[in-house]
């Protein structure tokens, strides 16, 4: 966590410092990333900046709760009020995620670099540790969804979810296939890490949803029952 020196800086420069920090940490890998550039970005006397934050390991696990916080913000609008349809509301949170990294590229780019980081020992548990809490903060809404009739009740609570929170972590790598997008290029050239229209967006999610909701079978809407009906 930061120091009291860091809190007391007035917000300019604040975001002045965390912006700085997350394009270094966007920019690079993790053991790569150089406190010493940052500081002279910032124009700091060097070891000024220990006052702030005093390692690096420190700065890293508090920007991954600042990004957290800007995420989470979007999360309580759009699931803590009156839910009509579960999965109606993901394809509302991922445009709104998407906007706000567009927005925001620096949050962007370095929650995009960290959900790609391997091995990291300095994450340890956290993106587990992210999905135990995504599950239980969605638990009790998946459960009236399913009293509702809206989701299938014969199949574990937990798993819909697990489902739901790997599909979003999965989407940004069809859409980077499908769409021939590099988003570390995006990073390194400060492009908008999601170079699509919202309509385009809004498309592809709304298509994984109709997965979602009727599986892989072709059932009434596909192929199989036409070709018998034909």
């Not at 809490?133 to 989701?151: I, S, T, Y």
């Amino acid at each position: 966590m930061p120091l009291s020196t860091f809190e007391n800086l007035n917000k300019e420069r604040q975001k002045e410092i965390l912006d700085t920090c997350l394009e270094e940490f966007a920019l690079h890998d993790y053991r790569d990333v150089s406190l010493t550039r940052i500081i002279k970005k910032l124009g700091l006397a060097k070891g000024s900046f220990y006052r702030y934050f005093s390692s690096k390991k420190e700065l890293y696990a508090y920007l991954i709760e600042y990004g957290k916080r800007a995420t989470y913000e979007l999360f309580k609008d759009i699931f803590f009020r009156s839910v009509e349809d579960v999965l109606d509301s993901w394809v509302n949170f991922y445009l709104a995620c998407a906007e706000q990294d567009n927005a925001h590229p620096l949050i962007g780019y370095f929650g995009y670099k960290v959900s790609r980081e391997r091995n990291n020992p300095i994450l340890n548990d956290v993106p587990l540790t992210s999905k135990k809490k995504g599950m239980e903060v969605l638990r009790d809404m998946f459960k009236e969804q399913q009293e509702k009739g809206k989701l299938r009740k014969d199949v574990d609570v937990e798993l819909l979810i697990f489902i739901l929170i790997q599909v979003q972590e999965g989407f940004i790598d069809y859409l980077a296939l499908k769409y021939d997008i590099d988003f570390e290029e995006n990073i390194r050239g400060k492009k908008p890490l999601f170079p699509l229209s919202r309509e385009v967006l809004k498309k592809e999610l709304e298509a994984f949803v109709t997965v979602l909701r009727e599986g892989f079978s072709a059932g009434e809407h596909g192929s199989v029952k036409g070709e018998k009906n034909a």
